[in-house]
């Protein structure tokens, strides 16, 4: 999807995590695109999937130089962007990991990353869980 209204740009630096699908280069926020991490408090079953996708994206991230290609600005102003660790697409990893979903409702990019980890019972796919976008409906902050 090309973005709306906004010019096309891609983000190159370090970054750190904010949360699973979350991440800020230069101050500037990045919300990974197609991609609903699990909520940093969220459990799946005895798994806290919420904590664990945190960690790995931060790991991911660690020391490395990330590109952020953006597809889109979202409500909150924050770019949405299918970002990069040399050829390692960060969304395509979370979805693999089982710490994050496809977000359908926008991109039907990772759901075949999707389905092999729910195949591979890999991350929250071994204990079961409510999706993001239900557990923040359902656990307002």
């Known amino acids: 999807m090309a973005p709306t209204g906004v010019n096309a740009t891609t983000l190159t630096g370090r970054a750190y995590a ?3 699908d979350t991440l800020v280069i230069s101050g500037r926020h990045i919300r990974l ?3 609903d991490a699990f909520e940093h408090d969220q459990t799946c079953g005895r798994f806290n999937c919420g904590q664990a996708a ?3 994206l ?3 991230l660690q020391g490395r130089v990330v590109a952020c290609a953006q597809q889109d600005v979202d409500p909150y102003g924050r770019m949405v962007a299918i970002c990069r660790v040399g050829a390692e697409d960060l969304g395509r990893v979370m979805v693999r990991a089982g710490l994050a979903v496809a977000y359908r409702h926008f991109s ?3 759901l075949p990353d999707e389905q092999w980890a729910k195949a591979h019972r890999q991350g929250a796919w071994a204990y079961g869980f409510d999706s993001p976008a239900y ?7």
């Open 58 to 60: 931060r790991a991911r």
């Open 108 to 110: 039907l990019r990772y």
């Open 54 to 56: 945190t960690r790995v």
């Open 33 to 35: 695109f197609g991609v």
């Open 18 to 20: 904010i949360d699973g």
């Open 135 to 141: 557990w923040r409906r359902t656990h307002p902050h």
